[in-house]
């Protein structure tokens, strides 16, 4: 059987703002901290991913998530590194569009739903049935509050959320970074990578069909520092 290095999932307008973008998925990751997970991108097609985030480009496909360069600049997302990769493997003809072998895998799998990008960027049926073959998948969006939301992408991936006021009044579960020193809240567990050391692979709590609480990370990465969602989030 031929082994692809990775499928095109999605080639259309963006959902944020009708920008060109691609959904890539690629079967192979050296993250350890995810583990071994069929990894998702997301990307503007006309656009490198590291010139986009440089000239707020990036919106396509991350929306108003506080997190990019323009904004708070806290991502933690290298973009001239594994997300350009893919990029020019798909501008090389590399990947596939018959996405008939990427569902005979996915049984036996997991899948990260945004190894970068905002899963939100695309319909949800791109992600509904790879999720429901999958052995389990994880995802976050920050583009719960917009008014075109999807809410059914919540079956599949964790609401981002920034501040208190957000996760006190949200109604479903989900994944807020905290600044460095902050406490977390009642209803939240820390990320398991960080408190046991586990992969997302092993864990699987970020997954927007889990039932159980909702998920901490202390800020890392560049601008961790000085990290204060008080002062960037709307919300």
Request: contains cysteine; aromatic residues 8%; proline residues 6%.
């Amino acid at each position: 059987m031929k082994k692809e290095k990775g499928f095109i999932l999605y080639k259309g307008q963006s959902l944020i703002d009708g920008k060109p973008i691609i959904v890539i998925a690629t079967m192979k990751t050296n993250n350890p901290k995810t583990g071994d997970m069929v990894q998702t991108w997301i990307m503007r097609e006309d656009i490198a991913p590291h010139l986009a985030v440089k000239n707020g480009d990036d919106i396509s496909v991350c929306g108003d998530c506080i997190h990019r360069p323009a904004l708070g600049n806290t991502c933690y997302v290298t973009t001239f590194q594994a997300p350009l990769s893919v990029w020019k493997s798909y501008h090389n003809g590399n990947y596939s569009t018959d996405l008939t072998l990427l569902k005979s895998l996915l049984p036996k799998r997991k899948l990260r739903i945004g190894a970068y990008g905002d899963p939100a960027a695309c319909p949800t049926s791109v992600w509904a049935e790879l999720a429901t073959l999958s052995m389990g998948n994880t995802g976050y969006t920050h583009q719960w509050e917009r008014s075109e939301f999807d809410p059914d992408l919540l079956d599949y991936v964790m609401a981002s959320v920034d501040t208190e006021k957000q996760a006190k009044s949200i109604g479903a579960r989900y994944f807020r970074v905290i600044p460095i020193g902050a406490k977390p809240l009642p209803r939240e567990i820390e990320c398991l990578s960080d408190s046991m050391g586990k992969s997302c692979a092993d864990c699987l709590l970020c997954d927007g069909g889990n039932k159980g609480k909702s998920v901490y990370i202390t800020a890392h990465g560049k601008g961790a520092a000085n990290y204060n969602p008080d002062l960037l989030a709307i919300g």
